[in-house]
């Protein structure tokens, strides 16, 4: 089986500081894979490598064919990334959001989309007209999530979303995070801190070290693994 | 009451130029110095198709409308883009420079002489329950007023509207929503441009044509744009229209006021915001999270 998406050997550097020192990694259609590892290890810059907002070399394969190109592009081939820290923007509208979530696509079936989203989250309709800043930490990445979603993305990729909420709300979210992967298909690649959970949800697990992949194998035996956990995984 | 609509029309031409100022403002951060220079170039392109080409009023209106469209565009992708990689202070610059340049080519082109450009309403006045107004200020009221709303429509309902909102209050999360954030801001100069344009067209025609025609106007378009809240585009039409109208008040029914202290006002009026209420009537406190 050939992968969705692809890294080989792929670098990035903030100025002097080198962030990523040969990252390679599949994510096979319709899996969840977690990205884990500890502050610095290069997680959030793993993702940012692949939606191209850091500068990187090596190369990326999306869906058979080399990934190039700034955000933008990255977008419009069918990724979709939310952001360490609750990527919404708080000026704007909540449905505003999503319709911007929808940007890159050409169709008319907004209304659709956003009735079928709001299944999932509820509370959208009732706040649909106030402006995102306004939501709480948990909504406002859930919205995220949502406006993620809103651009039928073939591959999501996702930041943290534990980032700074309650367990409830972190439970909450990769609950519909996995439902959506088993119902719809969803393929997903999860950067997480919380490795607990995100071993739960993730059939496959990359650890990464001071930039390099330094385990990695099917969730199931990550956690079985004494020494991976205690070094690793911190539990 | 002739004096307040007087007011309000004086006030819809600073109201549309400040709005230009706070669009460019708002997606880039920058103040924009060259925005009446660029609006005289316009009014200058209008007073050359009516006055050289026989041109009528409104196509020509309409065709320097989309020339400066065009050329705002451009002056963006071609001039302002490639600095701003560098501080806002850069680009800051770049603009005073590009003041002093297009106000050269302007002198360059059609020389410095005063020009009379025609107006497209007649100075006739109408009486309305009583009261003179001339219909040349109602022309002007009307179409700002119906500029505005296109531009409110334009943002608050169509896609391109809303993406160009996104990329101006958070570039770095538009871009990963697939919006094309520079050609949004490339856009904005456009409207700035256009928005430059119809005031220039409407002030000459009672201040005459002359390469400095909108130096004055740029500064009451300061001060109402910073009167209203430098990010705010309602805050900078009402800014527009109070100091218009007040500014005018001043001028009929003060003595010591009269025409020529009107501009130290408008200075006045950006001082005192300044030092009073940075954020203006309308605009809100920068809050900056950790």
């Known amino acids: ?235 | 009451m002739q004096q307040v609509v007087a007011g309000l029309a004086s006030g819809s031409i600073y109201a549309s130029l400040a709005l230009a100022l706070v669009l460019i403002h708002r997606a880039t951060g920058v103040i924009n110095f060259a925005q009446g220079e660029m609006a005289t170039l316009s009014t200058y392109i209008a007073w050359s198709l009516t006055t050289n080409h026989g041109w009528n009023y409104w196509p020509a209106f309409a065709v320097t409308l989309v020339l400066s469209f065009v050329g705002g565009v451009g002056i963006h992708q071609g001039i302002i883009r490639p600095n701003e990689k560098g501080s806002v202070l850069r680009v800051v610059i770049v603009t005073i420079g590009l003041l002093i340049l297009i106000n050269g080519l302007i002198v360059m082109i059609w020389s410095g002489e005063v020009r009379a450009i025609q107006s497209p309403f007649p100075t006739r006045t109408v009486e309305i329950g009583g009261v003179a107004i001339s219909i040349q200020d109602i022309g002007t009221i009307g179409v700002v007023l119906a500029t505005v709303v296109v531009l409110w429509l334009l943002f608050q309902y169509t896609k391109i509207g809303l993406a160009m909102r996104a990329a101006a209050v958070n570039p770095a999360e538009a871009r990963l929503v697939g919006v094309r954030v520079t050609w949004m801001l490339s856009l904005g100069w456009g409207l700035a441009a256009v928005l430059g344009a119809i005031s220039g067209m409407l002030a000459a025609p009672s201040l005459f044509l002359d390469p400095n025609l909108m130096a004055a106007l740029l500064i009451y378009a300061f001060a109402a744009a910073v009167l209203g809240g430098i990010d705010s585009p309602v805050g900078a039409v009402v800014g527009g229209l109070i100091l218009g109208v007040g500014l005018n008040l001043l001028g009929t029914y003060v003595d010591f006021v009269g025409a020529d202290l009107r501009l130290p006002g408008a200075l006045l009026v950006i001082l005192v915001v300044l030092l009073v209420k940075p954020s203006g009537l309308f605009g809100h406190r920068e809050v900056k999270r950790v």
């Open chain 1, 1 to 235: 089986m050939t992968a969705l998406l692809a890294l080989d050997d792929v670098e990035a550097r903030y100025g002097p500081v080198q962030a990523l020192r040969g990252i390679s990694l599949e994510v096979a259609e319709g899996q969840i894979v977690a990205v884990l590892g500890a502050n610095g290890a290069g997680k959030t810059t793993t993702l940012r490598s692949i939606s191209g907002t850091v500068r990187r070399s090596g190369t990326i394969t999306f869906a058979g064919k080399p990934l190039r190109g700034g955000p933008e592009a990255v977008a419009r081939a069918g990724i979709a990334h939310v952001p360490e820290g609750r990527g919404t923007f708080t000026e704007l509208s909540v449905v505003e959001n999503l319709k911007l979530g929808a940007y890159v696509r050409r169709d008319r079936e907004l209304r659709a989309d956003i009735d079928r989203i709001s299944e999932w989250f509820p509370w959208i309709t009732q706040r649909a007209h106030q402006p995102a800043g306004t939501l709480s930490g948990g909504e406002q990445q859930m919205l995220a999530v949502a406006r993620a979603l809103m651009s039928r993305p073939r591959l999501l990729m996702l930041d943290e979303p534990s980032l700074g909420l309650a367990p409830m709300i972190v439970r909450e979210i990769f609950r519909i995070v996995r439902e959506l992967n088993q119902r719809d298909g969803l393929t997903v690649l999860v950067v997480e801190q919380d490795a607990r959970i995100a071993l739960d949800t993730a059939s496959t697990a990359y650890v990464l070290e001071v930039g390099r992949v330094a385990v990695e194998g099917p969730s199931e035996e990550l956690r079985e693994n004494e020494s991976v956990r205690r070094s690793y995984l911190g539990y």
